[in-house]
Structures are given as C-alpha cells and as structure tokens.
C-alpha cells in the first residue's frame, strides 16, 4: 500500500479525535490530508470532507445528546440559517478559483484561531442581552457560518464552537451543539456538490470509519479535560493549521 495512503488513514483517527473532542476542526484537518497528503484536488476535497464530517459528527453528537450537551434551540437556528447559508455559500464557492478558497480557508481559521485564545475575562459582568437581539444574534451568525461552510467545504464547527461560547454557551454545550449543526451543514453541503466532482469513495470510506473510531476517543476524553484546556486546544489545533496551509500556498506558488 502507498505510504501516503497509510499516513493519511493513520491521521483519519486524529480527525475523529478533534471532532469528539473538540467539536470541530473535521474539515480542517481533513482538508489538507485529502488535499496535501493525498495529492486530491481542492474540489474533490472540499466534497470528500464534507462526506468524512458529516458522519462522524452525527455519530458524536448522537452521544453528546445522551450527556444533555446539545441546546436543541440554538441547534435549530444554526441548522436552520445553516441549510440556507450553506446552498448558497456552495453555489458561490464553485465559481471561485481554487487559490482564492484555500486562502479565505487558511485566513478565517487563524482569526478564529487567535479570537479562541483570547481570554474569556470580564464576560460574566455584561448585562443579560434581550431575547430579541439574543434571537437576531444567534440567526445572523448561524446564517453566516452556513454560507462559509458552503463556500469553504467546511464543518463549520471551526466557526461555530467559537461562535457558540461568545454567545454566552459553555464549552461542552457548544461542543455537543456544533456537532449536531457540523452534521446537518455538512449533509447540505455534501448533497449540493456531490453531481461536481468524482469521489474516491474506498478512500473516503475507509478515512471515515477510521475518523468514527477516533471520535470515541475525543468524546472519552471530553469530560477529563478543562474547559480552558479544551478552548485553548482548539485555537492551537485551528491556528496549526491555518499557517500551515498559507505557508504550503506561497511555497507552491512561489516555485511554480
């Protein structure tokens, strides 16, 4: 077997891992194994890790509902705007050039990155928000998020784990949301793409067992760390990868 082939479903149960754990960072890290490791182009990409994200996130999410870590409201709002935002953001993603997508990828998960590890400080002293605006908020960053995931071929749950916790949601309820919405966008996302390209489906499927395996483990590990911990992580985790990504970009267009 190739060895780039055993990497990348070596690294699969690190996917599954992030997601479990994490609630995100499917895509992100699916993305560039699909598309470095593997050598798939980027539209072939963005589809496979939808499909990869979808999966694994429904699995996971099934078991946070067991735990009451899903709020089922904000769940239906983000999947809601979510549907809506990601056809739209699907359709405008296949019209732009590949180059332009990895850099708007790469450059949206390194200012979530660096928003994530910020401390959460002086938040528990803001007035109470009204259920209006709290309603408007939460329907205006669902929908936002939706077009993105669309767009980018990603979870969204880079986005919305982040989102979540500066709505005022603490870290495992919006991990245990954003699983739930990662599954439902990235079904949209994956349904409305899947006529564009040709998948490798024995790759993918086998990627995505390996990742549902690994999400076992995330969610294992879910209750034994810090919510600080879990927070800081992810931003580490999106930042990696998001310079990565960039550094890999300039690198090729540079000695091409």
């Known amino acids: 077997m190739d060895t780039s082939i055993i990497l990348a479903m ?9 997601l479990g754990l994490l609630g995100g960072g499917g895509s992100i890290l699916t993305f560039p194994i699909f598309s470095l490791v593997l050598g798939i182009g980027t539209r072939e990409t963005i589809v496979s890790s939808l499909f990869v994200v979808a999966i694994t996130s429904a699995v996971s999410a099934a078991f946070r509902v067991r735990r009451r870590e899903v709020r089922w409201k904000v769940a239906g709002v983000f999947a809601a705007t979510g549907l809506i935002g990601g056809i739209g953001g699907g359709m405008v993603g296949q019209l732009l050039p590949e180059t332009v997508l990895t850099v708007l990828f790469a450059a949206i998960m390194i200012v979530t990155a660096i928003a994530m590890m910020r401390p959460r400080r002086g938040r528990a002293a803001r007035p109470p928000t009204r259920p209006v605006v709290r309603g408007i908020r939460t329907t205006a960053t669902g929908l936002g998020v939706g077009v993105l995931t669309g767009a980018l071929g990603a979870g969204g749950g880079f986005l919305i784990v982040p989102a979540l916790t500066f709505l005022g949601q603490p870290i495992a309820a919006a991990v245990g949301t954003s699983l739930l919405v990662v599954a439902v966008n990235s079904s949209a996302g994956f349904l409305t793409q ?4 040709a998948i490798h489906w024995p790759i993918v499927l086998t990627f995505t067992a390996l990742a549902v395996a690994g999400s076992f483990i995330g969610l294992a590990l879910s209750h034994r760390l810090p919510a600080a911990g879990i927070r800081t992580g992810f931003g580490v985790l999106v930042l990696a990868v998001g310079l990565t990504m960039l550094a890999t970009l300039i690198i090729q267009t540079l000695s091409a």
Do not use: E, K, N, S
Request: charged share 0%; hydrophobic share 70%; proline share 0%.
């Open 10 to 18: 070596t690294l699969a149960a690190l996917v599954g891992v992030a």
């Open 194 to 197: 899947i006529t564009t390209v």
